[in-house]
Nanobody
Framework: VQLQASGGGFVQAGGSLRLSCTAS????????MAWYRQAPGKEREWVAT???????NYANSVKGRFTIFRDNFADAVYLQMNMVKSDDAGVYYCSTSVRGQRRWGQGTLVTVSS
């Protein structure tokens, strides 16, 4: 599986950003997809998941502000980030689990300016 994340960049606190991740070498529609993030000096943390049926779950820290959605025709998963806070800064990774092993994309950096 290959996961390619993009869309990171600079965003002002209170602003919005949309991250994208395209997947290849998997039957995308069959897989749950997730976003994780890692802030400098902190461990990687889970942000949101969308399952193959479209059900979603969010970390409490982003609930009500972020939306994960997918396009099975484009083999892509997205993370719409609204009302961004300084704590949202970090490298964002899309991820899926294949045969019990978590796979990661290369990450995309989100920088939040106040």
């Amino acid at each position: 599986v290959q996961l390619q994340a993009s869309g990171g960049g600079f965003v002002q606190a209170g602003g919005s950003l949309r991250l994208s991740c395209t997947a290849s070498r998997i039957i995308f529609r069959a897989y749950d997809m997730a976003w994780y993030r890692q802030a400098p000096g902190k461990e990687r943390e889970w942000v949101a998941t969308i399952d193959s049926d479209g059900g979603t779950n969010y970390a409490n820290s982003v609930k009500g502000r972020f939306t994960i959605f997918r396009d099975n025709f484009a083999d892509a998963v997205y993370l719409q980030m609204n009302m961004v806070k300084s704590d949202d800064a970090g490298v964002y990774y899309c991820s899926t689990s294949v045969r019990g092993q978590r796979r990661w994309g290369q990450g995309t950096l989100v920088t939040v300016s106040s």
